[in-house]
């Protein structure tokens, strides 16, 4: 029987043009999607745009526009760079979405009729940049502006009639869950935020907005919007077709495997989703992973700091694949990571076309001069043949679990490595100097082929073109492509005629 997995990006405020953060998120997400299809996963994979709220609504008018006819530009080019990135989501869904609007309001009345929300009068800080609630103790001045403490966006006073969950009531349901769940939350140390947060004491939450009218109206009193949250977190539901339980995709993908966000937005899908879900008897999501930021020099790199680099912009210039390659690997996963130009060539150069490109070049023309592009037959392993293929399946239950642990480190060290021991090999081992030798330089030229073919699939889920590049001319399909098979041998058919690859990776001219 298959097995399911669900896993979503946040989905992004279409409030400005997408920025590398975004682009992040999304590649990380696709990577983790497209290694459990080859590990033989059902894979549901989501993401879309957040379209209601102050903040949008603000951008819009700027704009001199309706929300919605901004949002319909503006969406189009998350949905855009969806494709431009390659990503292999499901569905892209837009918070503005009919069948959004109906999971949201059954998932209000759930809780209304539990009991759940009440009205009340709202005081106190709000940051529409966040679209968040902050205590006193959470903002600060700064240059004579009222800013919060953990974003440094501007807060300004609100008060208002609004509906309120009573979220205080789930402090202690909540930290029996984390406690129950040990690895909802993680890293480690953002799930040790999370916890000294709620055991801090939760107050309610406010849920309405009265004083703005673009968002989803509160069923029992349209005067009121819903908190843009509360909408938005909700879109992990609808995409499943929610409030119909019944259906095939809320009944394999619910609850979500993995929420992957930024740390941004821990408190939001940690506590407050959480939290509704349990209100509402709905089962919470199995995991919440929240990644480290791009940093441009020191800073967080974001629209109000004015330091973007723009993925479109990168990927016209350099590609897609050393793109997505280099985010994955140059950002330790977890953590922030800084990039800059300069390094993603450095590593073009050295790992792409170096490593990568280079090894298959040098064995695929070996192969046309040698033996006419037919896979060799009539070969025997010895004891360093072996041990070169046999590191694969040496590893390969912690290769996968470093997967399931979202440790990206672990996997694409693994390659780095195996990048590495095969060019070594190739070279060490000289089939140019075995023309004598015939079985010898058959097996040499099979292994070699071996290990580009295992690296490779290992590759696919971070540069899925350049992967199939090779892939396909092994005669290895995409649909075909299994994690599993990196474990055998003996995959290639012999006398099978392989293909010549084109250039994978341009090497970039730099001047030091
Ligand atoms: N709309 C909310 C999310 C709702 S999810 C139910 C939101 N949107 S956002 O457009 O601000 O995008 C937030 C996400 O984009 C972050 O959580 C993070 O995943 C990604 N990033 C935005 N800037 C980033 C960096 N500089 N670095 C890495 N990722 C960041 O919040």
Same mark, same amino acid.
């Given at each position: 029987m298959k097995k399911d997995f669900y896993i979503t990006t946040p989905i992004y405020y279409p409030s400005a043009k997408p920025h590398m953060g975004h682009a992040y998120s999304s590649i990380v997400a696709d990577f983790f999607a497209r290694f459990k299809r080859i590990q033989g996963y059902d894979v549901f994979f989501l993401t879309g745009t957040d379209e209601h709220g102050q903040k949008i609504q603000r951008a819009a008018e700027k704009r001199g526009m309706d929300p919605k006819s901004f949002c319909d530009e503006i969406s189009k080019t998350f949905f855009d760079l969806s494709k431009t990135l390659n990503l292999s989501n499901n569905d892209f869904i837009r918070t503005t979405e009919k069948r959004h609007e109906k999971s949201v309001q059954y998932l209000w009345n759930i809780l209304e009729k539990k009991n759940e929300i009440y009205l009340s009068k709202y005081s106190g800080w709000y940051s529409?940049?966040?679209?968040?609630?902050?205590?006193?103790?959470?903002?600060? @001045?700064?240059?004579?502006?009222?800013?919060?403490?953990? $974003?440094?966006?501007?807060?300004?006073?609100?008060?208002?009639?609004?509906?309120?969950?009573?979220? $205080?009531?789930?402090?202690? /349901?909540?930290?029996?869950?984390? =406690?129950?769940? /040990?690895?909802?939350? @993680? +890293?480690?140390?953002?799930?040790?935020?999370?916890?000294?947060?709620?055991?801090?004491?939760?107050?309610? @939450?406010?849920?309405?907005?009265?004083?703005f009218s673009w968002g989803i109206k509160v069923p029992s009193n349209k005067e009121h919007v819903i908190y843009v949250w509360l909408d938005a977190l909700t879109n992990y539901l609808s995409a499943l077709n929610f409030p119909d339980t019944n259906n095939k995709l809320y009944k394999s993908f619910w609850p979500a495997t993995i929420h992957l966000i930024g740390k941004d937005i821990l408190r939001f899908h940690a506590i407050y989703w959480p939290a509704f879900l349990l209100a509402a008897e709905i =089962?919470? +999501?199995?995991?919440?992973?929240?990644?480290?930021?791009?940093?441009?020099?020191?800073?967080?790199?974001?629209?109000?700091?004015g330091n973007i680099l723009d993925p479109i912009e990168i990927i016209n210039k350099y590609g897609l694949d050393p793109l997505r390659y280099y985010l994955i690997k140059e950002v330790s996963f977890g953590n922030d990571g800084n990039i800059s130009q300069d390094k993603l060539e450095n590593c073009i150069n050295s790992d792409l076309a170096n490593n990568y490109g280079n090894l298959c070049q040098r064995v695929i023309s070996f192969l046309e001069k040698n033996l006419e592009m037919k896979v060799p037959n009539n070969f025997e392993f010895n004891i360093d043949d072996k041990k070169i293929l046999d590191t694969f399946n040496k590893d390969f239950n912690k290769l996968v679990d470093s997967i399931d642990s979202q440790d990206i480190n672990y996997y694409v060290n693994f390659i780095q490595e195996q990048l590495f021991a095969s060019n070594k090999y190739f070279n060490d081992q000289e089939p140019w100097k075995k023309k004598e030798n015939k079985k010898r330089l058959n097996t040499i030229l099979y292994v070699s082929l071996e290990l580009i073919r295992k690296i490779s699939v290992m590759l696919y889920p971070i540069i899925p073109n350049s992967s199939l590049k090779v892939l396909k001319a092994f005669n290895i399909s995409e649909e075909s492509i299994d994690i599993n098979s990196i474990k055998l041998h003996e995959n290639l058919k012999i006398n099978q005629k392989l293909n010549k690859i084109s250039i994978l990776f341009k090497k970039i001219e730099k001047n030091d």
């Open positions: 529409v940049s966040d679209e968040a609630f902050y205590s006193d103790d959470e903002i600060e @001045l700064v240059n004579d502006k009222k800013v919060s403490k953990t $974003s440094g966006s501007i807060v300004e006073w609100v008060e208002e009639e609004s509906f309120f969950f009573k979220l $205080s009531k789930w402090q202690e /349901p909540l930290l029996k869950f984390y =406690k129950e769940n /040990p690895n909802f939350i @993680l +890293p480690e140390s953002r799930r040790n935020e999370v916890i000294n947060f709620v055991k801090s004491g939760l107050k309610d @939450l406010s849920v309405s907005r009265k004083s =089962k919470p +999501p199995k995991r919440v992973y929240g990644h480290g930021w791009i940093l441009s020099g020191e800073e967080k790199m974001s629209k109000s700091k």
